[in-house]
């Protein structure tokens, strides 16, 4: 009698066991590289070539955020302040630290310092971060209590519905110009409800930010 089914049939079976051994460890290979911080942002925080603390120079120093992002109002990008910026005070401050000496380095050779990028916007996405700053929108928005941390973190997701949650409705968010660095600032601490501050800025700024796929993807 002849066989019902060709004898490669009978290695099917284990061809088939190979094949999703191999297919489970591509997927938990690709889980395992891509869903880290690094990927899904938030709480992100990486290492950096000299451990500069914000929760020092924001925090108990208390320093203007714009004295290092100097452009962060007339920029679409935030700047990372250059090495001689650092060096303004530093050359009188902890100079015996070999951290310094990277910084002096620096200077010297006017190679700069490699930060590593915390926030990353996508390139098919476009974000001016001078209209935020410059409409009532605080670094704390966007960043968190930067002034806490001894090493930045990423704070918040910043997706795409994060964003349009703010577009829908940015009186939860904005305030005067004159707190938008002051990150422990609130409205509730200055006595105001949130919301209803937020509207007369609103109304006030003629802020009317755009909640369609355009207003980010150009």
């Known amino acids: 009698m002849a066989n019902t089914f060709p004898r490669w049939t009978n290695t099917l079976p284990l061809k ?4 999703f051994l191999f297919l489970g460890a591509a997927v938990a290979g690709g889980v395992n590289y891509y869903f880290t911080q690094k990927y899904t942002r938030v709480g992100y925080m990486p290492s950096q070539p000299i451990p500069f603390s914000h929760q ?9 955020c714009r004295y290092c992002h100097s452009f962060v109002e007339q920029s ?16 009188h401050v902890k100079t015996n630290s070999p951290h310094i000496a990277l910084i002096k380095e620096s200077v010297d050779t006017g190679k700069p310092i490699e930060w590593v990028k915390v926030h990353n916007t996508p390139d098919y996405a476009y974000f001016n ?3 935020h700053v410059t409409s009532g929108v605080s670094c704390v928005s966007c960043h968190g209590k ?6 930045v973190f990423h704070d918040q997701s910043q997706s795409m519905s994060w964003c349009l949650d703010c577009h829908r ?21 200055a006595g105001k409800d949130q919301k209803e501050m ?10 009317e930010p755009p909640v369609n796929c355009a207003g980010c993807h150009r």
Do not use: F, Y
């Not at 088939?16 to 094949?19: E, F, G, K």
């Open 56 to 64: 020092i120079h924001a925090g108990q120093l208390g320093m203007d």
């Open 198 to 207: 937020g509207q007369k800025l609103k109304d006030a700024w003629h802020i």
């Open 169 to 189: 409705a940015p009186e939860n968010q904005l305030r005067p110009m004159d707190k938008i660095t002051q990150l422990d600032w609130t409205a509730a601490s």
């Open 16 to 19: 088939l066991l190979v094949c």
């Open 129 to 131: 971060h001078s209209v």
């Open 146 to 151: 930067i002034n806490e941390m001894p090493v």
């Open 76 to 91: 679409g990008h935030a700047n990372v302040p250059a090495s001689s910026t650092c060096w303004n005070c530093h050359q």
